[in-house]
Nanobody
Framework: QVQLVESGGGLVQPGGSLRLSCAVSGSISSIVVMGWYRQAPGKQRELVAAIISGGGTNYADSVKGRFTISRDNAKNTEYLQMNSLKPEDTAVYYC?????????WGQGTQVTVSS
């Protein structure tokens, strides 16, 4: 059992920055990969960034160089730092955790990039 609680979404201007947080609790040791997905209206949910238990990361091509995924083990929190935001980044962002038994999702947080 894993619980994910997101925060940090909101409205930001193009070129601005935003940091999303995902507080993790429960059977943390069972998690093999964590990441962030996003879904815009009319589009499929897509992987934005992921971090594996050993610390390796990967990113969608559309966010490479702009977004950074990280973990703070002392706070049991995962972050997504988003810089140089574009209107195309507007979407609902979801925290995700994968365990051998099942996948877990946060409630989603809206990110809107607009002037």
């Amino acid at each position: 059992q894993v619980q994910l609680v997101e925060s940090g979404g909101g409205l930001v201007q193009p070129g601005g920055s935003l940091r999303l947080s995902c507080a993790v609790s429960g059977s943390i040791s069972s998690i093999v990969v964590m990441g962030w997905y996003r879904q815009a209206p009319g589009k499929q949910r897509e992987l934005v960034a992921a971090i594996i238990s050993g610390g390796g990361t990967n990113y969608a091509d559309s966010v490479k160089g702009r977004f950074t995924i990280s973990r703070d083990n002392a706070k049991n929190t995962e972050y997504l730092q988003m810089n140089s935001l574009k209107p195309e980044d507007t979407a609902v962002y979801y925290c995700h955790a994968r365990t051998p038994g099942r996948d877990y999702w946060g409630q989603g947080t809206q990110v809107t990039v607009s002037s």
